[in-house]
């Protein structure tokens, strides 16, 4: 006999259905729980999927809400549903299809796909063959039930439809969808479409042998009327245009006059959907013949779509002065703490701070500039840019082209600009400061000789009464900070006249940028302040050192800000901060600059919460504060050391718990360990030795809390440990002597790198810890050595691991041959290639040479080592700019050795050197 419900149980389940979405809370919380207690009875999910498909004439949102519990049932309890419950779920769910309510088709639809999802294709053979049957129904609510399933599937399952082992299904679904394509109602239209849409991206087998007549079923609806359908034409496109362009070829003109149209269509969602196309278009190397006949055509069309739409101009409406109206909640984009590597600089101008962290300041820009890395860092995007839109996209669109054409747009593009920067109406204006600044990186060159008006007709827009103004030129003149700051002086001229031209470029535009920037920071909109902030963090990481004459004015602003500044913007204002402590270093050293500093992050740092996620970001500024004031930051010290010790011990302590009672204690936040270990390395970095007295009173003991960071599950955590580990070593060896043999097995296990990028980080940062203790260890490191070479050559001798994982393994392999030659030499043939490539454009510093003192030493101890790579150790060796005597002395006697061993061969050999290695060694070693 086939299941019934039992009527007082129905009656029960539904009232409580109905109770779970009461107003009152108490009446919302109590029924939930009687429902979590249900999960026990056997056949409970056979009374849900009666309610939802059976039960017409209860509420339709009662339905809904037992179907939704049927789902989430069977995602997360599908090893406890019985079999003849869930034959029972799949009899009913197909008739839920049919269903007049088009809720109860669509949560009957997401069932179907969630057990294909938990159980395969396998788990219920029959579904898709009853799914397509009903789209033969002569009801179009019950074509469009199914065809709403089918969606879900296919969206969820796009894999599993496509492999042999679900029997190839799609062989038969996708022809029977574009049969679709042209029927009378518009959603069965756009679900027909969506359906193959699905499978264009994993490049299915079955769409892939209809794929001509799939496109010219798609032009055969590019006038259709619906909205929705045009945006799936639109979708396809774009993924055609990325999997398999030459589909699109032959009808290209068509194709791109459509998606012309459609750009500038009156429903949003479609124009956003074909801007897209230009963005995959532009960045399709090979297709850039192809675009660039369309470019006069193309580059109007994306201004148009820069300019703030009607919708946007009323929600900012009223906007003009609310610097002191508090942040809501929901306008905090969550923080999260960012780890600290160990990185160099190098010659060739990829300059990357020593031991620092990056930081996402690029304010309401780099998301209007679509550059991917500037989008995944940043965290203080405004308000209008957290939604991709139209805007967005066309901005994004407009960069691309710029980097992919570089100045070849601007003659299309100026004139256009030229029209909308002199507008009187001021969307045109801020479209156009828009405009400048998203091709700033890719016609640069072009720019160039605009840019003496433009700076300042871009300043004088700083005084612009609209907001949105303002702020979109802070972060156009963000975006040409580099220009602001150096400007593009003459090559080949005498030094002092080279710093007559920059001096006087610094005093026209670095000076009145600077300036008004600063005046931004402090403007009485919170979206002005956000982007005035952001683009001086650039200009700061730009001008470095050019800042410290300006720093009483620039302190000075920075502290009325921290009395200003919402809670939104403080955040950015710490990385400002930060950035300007990385950028001046200890030119910050002042007391009166300490005061003006240390005083309102004092004052944060005491009213927040140990809980509280602000810490990140305060914690993340204050450590690249400590690091620049040195001896200054002595006074604060103590406090801070002792907090972050008690961070990490309590956090520590909270992970234990949990571990102990799972599902009962909440697992704590891990990234409080993070910045707390990260802020610790500053303040070690920044007193140096004077640290001696804050480890030895450390309670809990630093070093206790320390080896169970290294050992801890978490990547960053391990990343930060061994960061803070090798600062240490540097600054205060004798303290952790006698607990190098507790922590080397830990930093050997480390180095190797494999998987995501956290491990390969890790990785890194325990082979320079493991350098920076080799160095103080000297030769009782020994024991050691052969461990460690193991893993750190075949490191270096992959080339395909990051630059800074190569250099922090040659260098450690050079400081393991400075103080055990006689271990590390014998191996040298195996990675003297691999050493000297990889240290050959890192800039002079301690650690290079203290790494080529190394290589020194091994090749007294083992000279026929570097015979195969001694091309290579010249090289490495002429890229030296300036070189202490002792080492210089070091290099010229090998390479004289070389040349008297070969004897009269060597001419010919140094020959073949490459001419600029010949050059310097003529010069510096008279070879």
Known sequence: MAWQPQPDGLQQLSRLLADSTALNKEVRERAQQQLDAFNQIPDYNNYLIYILTQLTTENPSTRAIAGLLVKNNIRNHWDRISAASLEYVKTCVVVGLADPQNTIRSTTGTIITTVISKGGIQSWPSILGQLIQLLNHPDANVIEGAFGALQKVCEDNAKQLDSDEAGRPLNYMIPRFMEFFGHQNPKIRVFAISCVNQFILPRSQALMTVLPQFVQALYSRANDENEEVRKQICQALVMLLEVRPDQLMPQLDSVVQFMLYCTQDKDEGVALEACEFWLAFAEQDEMRDKLEPYLDRIIPVLLKGMVYSDEDVVLYQGEDDDAEVPDQDQDIKPTFAKSRTHTQKHVDGQQQQQQSQAHGHSGDASAEEGDEEEIDEDEDDEDVFQEWNLRKCSAAALDVLATVYGDDILKILLPELQSRLSSEDWLQRECGVLALGAVAEGCITGMEPHLPQLVPALLAYLSDRKPLVRSITCWTLGRYARWIVAGNPPNHIP??????????????????????????????????????????????????????????????????????????????????????????????????????????LVDKWQNLKDQSRDMFPLLECLSSVAMALGPGFAPFAPSVWNRCLQLISVTLQQIQASIGNPGTVEQPDKDFIIVALDLLSGIVQGLGSNVDGLLQHSQPPLLTLLGEAMRDPVGEVRQSAYALLGDLAINVFPHIRAYVPQFMPDVIEQIEPSGDSARVSVCNNAAWAAGEIALQYGPEISVYVEPLLRRLIPILRDESNPRTLLENAAITIGRLGLVCPDLVAPHLETFAEPWCKSLRSIRDNPEKESAFQGLCAMIQKNPNGIVKSFVYFCDAVTQWKVVNVPLNQQFSGIIHAFKNMMGPQWDNYFREFPQHVQQRLRTRYQI
Do not use: W
Request: proline share 4%.
């Open 495 to 600: 030094q002092e006249e080279s710093d007559r031209l920059l001096a006087e470029h610094q005093k026209i535009y670095f000076e009145p940028t600077m300036i008004e920037l600063l005046k931004m920071m402090l403007d009485n909109n919170k979206r002005v302040q956000e982007a005035g902030c952001s683009a001086f963090a650039t200009l700061e990481e730009e001008g470095g050192g050019d800042l410290a004459p300006y720093l009483p004015h620039i302190l000075q602003t920075f502290y009325t800000a921290f009395g200003k500044y919402q809670h939104k913007n403080l955040l950015i204002l710490y990385d400002a901060v930060g950035t300007l402590a990385d950028s001046v270093g200890n030119a910050l050293n002042n007391q009166q600059y300490v005061s003006l500093l240390m005083n309102p």
